[in-house]
């Protein structure tokens, strides 16, 4: 069966443009999950869904970054007003429910010039 | 201090050795946790599931202690394939929120 898919798998802007982030989990995950992780670094939690709500945006680092998921399915995380620093790869995972193993797809390289 | 804390490493090891990474959590609360493997400039994938009893994959042994508050990851006769980063994952780390913490991950150097 397919794997989680994500899409583009890179994306080069200039800054103050505005970026969307798709991602397609695997049939039938309620739970999908965006990660963000910068060259050399760990991979830092930016929010989560159970089904279309939710339950935590804790990591979402400014009012730029906003994410929805619709039909509990794909998801789209959008960068506003982009900068410099938002230059990462950015991991979409899904798993069945909250608390089951998780499966990424291979992530967006963005770059902001 | 750190929600999910391992050594960065880098470990290295030559071929045939076993080499062990652990892993500690700040919430006594967690209650998932994973060992998830990632080469360089990939995506994570997932290694094994940790269990209170211990499990074992083939080379790959996992343990979780809940009282001391970390998880560990044993790798017997190691190969040159092994070389990755390792990353220790911990669910419901903070209350109330099913999210997955990851670890800054280990990095493993297997020599020929």
């Known amino acids: 069966g397919a794997g989680v898919s994500q899409s583009p798998s890179n994306k080069v802007t200039e800054k103050g443009k505005d970026v969307e982030l798709r991602c397609d989990p695997i049939?039938?995950?309620?739970?999908l999950y965006w990660y963000r992780q910068s060259l050399g670094q760990g991979l830092e939690f930016l929010i989560y869904?159970?089904?279309?709500?939710?339950?935590?945006k804790s990591g979402l680092p400014s009012d730029r970054f906003s994410a929805e998921r619709t039909g509990g399915s794909v998801s789209t995380l959008t960068i506003q007003r982009t900068q410099q620093e938002d230059s990462a790869v950015y991991l979409c995972?899904?798993?069945?429910?909250?608390?089951?193993?998780?499966?990424f797809g291979s992530g967006t390289q963005l770059s902001v010039l | 201090r750190k929600e999910v804390e391992q050594d960065p490493g880098p470990f290295n090891v030559p071929e045939g050795a076993t080499v062990a990474f652990n892993c500690t959590y700040s919430?006594?609360?967690?209650?998932?946790f994973f060992w998830y493997r990632q080469d360089c400039r990939k995506e994570p994938k997932l290694l094994m599931s940790v269990y209170s009893s211990g499990n074992e994959d083939g080379r790959f042994t996992a343990q979780l202690n809940r009282a001391s508050q970390y998880i560990s990851l044993l790798i017997r006769d190691s190969k040159l394939s092994d070389s990755a980063t390792y990353l220790c994952?911990?669910?419901?780390?903070?209350?109330?929120?099913?999210?997955?913490?990851f670890g800054t991950g280990t990095r493993l150097k297997v020599l020929a």
């Open positions: 869904f159970q089904g279309n709500s939710a339950p935590d």
């Open positions: 919430n006594s609360a967690s209650q998932s």
């Open positions: 049939s039938g995950h309620t739970a």
């Open positions: 994952v911990v669910n419901g780390a903070t209350s109330g929120t099913y999210k997955y913490i």
């Open positions: 995972a899904s798993s069945w429910t909250e608390n089951e193993k998780l499966f």
